[in-house]
């Protein structure tokens, strides 16, 4: 991967001037990067990790695994999708192994995703079955550890 790439996706708040001094370039010739790297759909969108725990707001997030069928032409893809295109659904991957997607979704409350699940997700043609797990707590996000480390506790050794 390119240097550019992996110091904006460890910190997208650096500032062209600051990864200019980092790569040893020019402020004009990095602000040109990332200007091609966003026209060229390789830089899609800017992201802040928010520690939620630390927020008035309760958010509800849930990981399902969803069994498909292949569609004939499209295989995985159109329904793929479908399924991300709805707004409680913040992430969407095609996997390999007992189950074809791994959606992530989020919402204001347990009902509300119970809801989505049970009325929208699981009726879509296609759609074999699904299995939710709901998220209780976040110890790292994107790489970045949530600040719930406690000191490490050893155990006393002894002859």
Do not use: W
Request: overall charge negative.
């Amino acid at each position: 991967m390119d240097t550019l790439l992996k110091l904006l996706r460890d910190d997208a708040s650096l500032k062209p001037a600051q990864l200019a001094a980092m790569l040893n370039l020019s402020e004009a010739e990095v602000a040109a990067k990332i200007k091609a790297l966003e026209a060229g759909g390789i830089i899609l969108g800017y992201r802040t990790v928010l520690n939620e725990e630390k927020l008035a707001d309760d958010v509800v997030r849930a990981v399902i695994e969803v069994k498909i069928t292949p569609e004939r032409g499209g295989g995985f893809d159109r329904l793929a999708e479908r399924i991300a295109k709805y707004d409680e659904v913040k992430t969407c991957y095609l996997m390999s192994g007992g189950y074809d997607l791994l959606v992530v979704l989020e919402g204001d409350n347990l009902r509300s995703l119970a809801t989505f699940v049970a009325e929208k997700l699981s009726t879509i043609q296609g759609v074999i079955s699904t299995s939710t797990h709901f998220m209780l707590k976040t110890y790292k996000e994107q790489g970045v550890l949530m600040g719930h480390a406690q000191a490490e506790e050893r155990l006393a050794v002894s002859p």
